[in-house]
Nanobody
Framework: QVQLVESGGGLVQAGASLRLSCVASGRTFSLYAMGWFRQAPGKEREFVARIGWNGGALYADSLKGRFTISRDNAKSMVLLQMNSLKPEDTAVYYC????????????????????WGQGTQVTVSS
């Protein structure tokens, strides 16, 4: 059974940095694309970034330059480095994984992912 467990969220001031981690278990991690999404209260879940099984990264246009996604296949982990945080970054951040190995493509929508973590809260105060 595939499990995704996020950590690293918290309460920070505007301008600070946070690094989110997501550890996967239950299958060969390196074969699958991973993504980060976020959901603020009253809003739909939105794409943040994704990293392909081969390491290729895509970002939401509004987050380019501030957020960096990476993966450590040896640790079955995907990371999201978030810099220069703003109050509008406040949300629950979710880690997600595709269901098919070697799945390529933009993978920008929640429907592209089959497994989800429980989420980690990020709150940025002004």
């Amino acid at each position: 059974q595939v499990q995704l467990v996020e950590s690293g969220g918290g309460l920070v001031q505007a301008g600070a940095s946070l690094r989110l981690s997501c550890v996967a278990s239950g299958r060969t991690f390196s074969l699958y694309a991973m993504g980060w999404f976020r959901q603020a209260p009253g809003k739909e879940r939105e794409f943040v970034a994704r990293i392909g099984w081969n390491g290729g990264a895509l970002y939401a246009d509004s987050l380019k330059g501030r957020f960096t996604i990476s993966r450590d296949n040896a640790k079955s982990m995907v990371l999201l480095q978030m810099n220069s945080l703003k109050p509008e970054d406040t949300a629950v951040y979710y880690c997600a994984s595709t269901g098919r190995p070697y799945h390529s493509g933009p993978l920008l929508g929640p429907e592209d992912y089959d497994y989800w973590g429980q989420g980690t809260q990020v709150t940025v105060s002004s």
